[in-house]
């Protein structure tokens, strides 16, 4: 298996007014054509691992790393213009509510365009027949109509599958995902999880799914990271989640409530001070 | 034996748009009942219009006996309280803890708020050092413990709570609802609780009403919907989504 993103000892770092907030604190690993689930709770700092392989930190982190390696190119080292002409084009990141990430007075149809034609030259023709078929590739029924809407005139659904229609049309080799379906009703959550499932595996692309919910990126992952406190404390494979070893892995397992299963009261997470050295 | 909580028929119209269509339904005292359903659905709706935070339009609200009119007594915001989804919103941001669990004190007359605030704080497991925090200094889960404690100075008889883990994480979610458990079996109380989450909505509550398009879809025992014997395609549907994503093939 090739590898498509090689991470070594990365590091984010926010410096405040009470000390330098140490968000991220030397995570590796290396991913493929793969699905790779990141999970933790909030202020795990999977998020900004996802973000610093994005090159979205906020101006004022810093970020350092051994190596971070995107297809041999050296992220560190990369000018912002090269980074620019990665994003969007070779790496794609899905954010958790359409609400907040489409523009809300740009039409669906010409965001998808904009991407498009950003990083590909096509004209403008070409640049409609393929953003339609991109909706139409995210099961939306009628592309044609929502190509015209605007955000707020469809649903939070519908909003996170034009998301991914847009992310996915330049033909992204890697895939960072950022809790994309936590917005959403369960049903609908399904849903549009089998388009992304469909469309990860019909392309080959890398998929870094970053989720707090351990029990869905397990059933939608190969492999799962567990990060606490800005690191990684246990790394395992989804079908073997049963056998997590780490106490806080086994933790966050056990104290969600389950359907059938009556415990009371239910068991809670001892956190140990010795987890985030 | 009278219901702690009786709605009958009760529709709630927002000018052209009906949130609520003709629900019913009774909670005994002491019970936990959960309304489950997506976003849209009407529960929350439908615990605001108790609270009275949402139009009547029609039907009636009976609690403990006494129908509710347009508009409440003193007694009806004292006996009845909320605990709404967003800890960072639902306190003020510039009150500490102790200006905010001193408000309802002073608001219904209660005396020895001094040692009424201690003992709350201490309920809801948070110490005296909590006392003169402000919000933001606290996390989210302490804030919703907060937000309990106010709810619980008054000495309600009926708790109405509004996604009261969704906005925690995980393990936050597990030692709020152990507390909400705790205190239920410890002042006999009756809860009405909202939550898109079916193992929540299970775990917390004796019965529960599914419902969809401001409707009621069905009403069940949580251990009829945990052995898969419900009715409605619509449950059905809802509970194989909570059982998470299924690769086919």
């Known amino acids: ?277 | 034996m009278t219901a702690a909580l009786a709605i009958d028929g009760l529709s709630v119209v927002f000018d052209d748009f009906v949130a609520l269509q003709d629900v019913s339904l009774t909670v005994a005292p002491g019970e936990s009942f959960g309304l489950v359903g997506e976003s849209g659905s009407g529960k929350s709706t439908l615990l605001r219009a108790v609270a009275g935070l949402a139009p009547v339009s029609d039907g009636t609200i009976t609690v403990d006996g006494k129908p509710l009119g347009d508009k409440r007594d003193k007694a009806f915001y004292r006996q009845v309280q909320m605990v709404f989804q967003d800890p960072y919103g639902s306190l003020h941001p510039r009150q500490t803890v102790d200006r905010l669990l001193l408000e309802p004190l002073a608001i219904h007359g209660f005396d020895n708020s001094e040692s009424r605030i201690v003992r709350a704080l201490d309920e809801v497991g948070l110490g005296a050092s909590f006392r003169f925090r402000y919000s933001h200094q606290l996390s989210g889960g302490q804030r919703q413990r907060v937000a309990i404690a106010r709810a619980l100075i008054l000495e309600p008889s009926i708790l109405l709570l509004d996604e009261p883990t969704s906005a925690l994480d995980a393990s936050v979610q597990a030692e709020v609802l152990n507390l909400l458990e705790q205190v239920r079996a410890a002042r006999k109380l009756t809860f009405v609780m909202v939550s898109h989450d079916l193992a929540v909505v299970t775990h917390m509550c004796d019965r529960l009403m599914v419902m969809q398009h401001g409707q009621a879809v069905e009403q069940l025992a949580s251990a009829d919907l945990a052995a898969h014997r419900v009715t409605q395609d619509y449950t059905r549907s809802l509970l194989t989504a909570s059982e998470g994503f299924r690769r086919n093939g």
């Open chain 1, 1 to 277: 298996m090739s590898t498509l993103l090689d991470v070594k000892d990365l590091r984010v770092s926010f410096p405040t007014r009470t000390g330098v907030v140490e968000a991220v604190r030397g995570v590796s690993f290396t991913l493929g054509r793969e699905r790779l689930g990141i999970v933790g709770e909030s202020g795990s700092g999977k998020s900004q691992t996802g973000r610093a392989i994005m090159g979205l930190t906020p101006e004022h982190g810093r970020i350092s790393a051994e190596k971070l390696e995107f297809n041999g190119i050296d992220l560190t080292r990369a000018s912002k213009a090269e980074r620019r002409a990665l994003r969007g084009k070779r790496i794609a990141m899905i954010l958790q509510d359409p609400k907040y990430s489409l523009n809300p007075v740009m039409s669906i149809g010409r965001q998808i365009i904009e991407t498009l034609r950003t990083h590909e030259p096509v004209g403008r023709a070409e640049a409609r027949r393929r953003a339609l078929d991109m909706l139409a590739a995210v099961q939306i029924r009628d592309p044609e109509r929502v190509f015209g809407l605007y955000p707020h005139e469809v649903s939070g659904g519908m909003g996170q599958r034009a998301m991914i229609a847009m992310m996915l049309v330049a033909g992204p080799e890697l895939l960072i995902a950022d809790e994309p379906t936590s917005a959403l009703d369960v049903t609908v959550q399904l849903d549009v999880l089998g388009i992304l499932h469909r469309l990860v595996a019909d392309r080959g692309m890398g998929l870094i799914f970053i989720s707090h919910d351990l029990r869905l990126v397990s059933s939608f992952c190969d492999r799962v990271i567990v990060m606490y406190a800005g690191r990684i404390v246990e790394e395992l494979p989804a079908s073997r989640l049963s056998e997590a070893e780490h106490p806080y892995t086994r933790g966050l397992l056990n104290c969600m409530p389950k359907i059938g299963v009556d415990r009371h009261p239910l068991p809670v997470l001892d956190r140990r001070p010795e987890w985030a050295l």
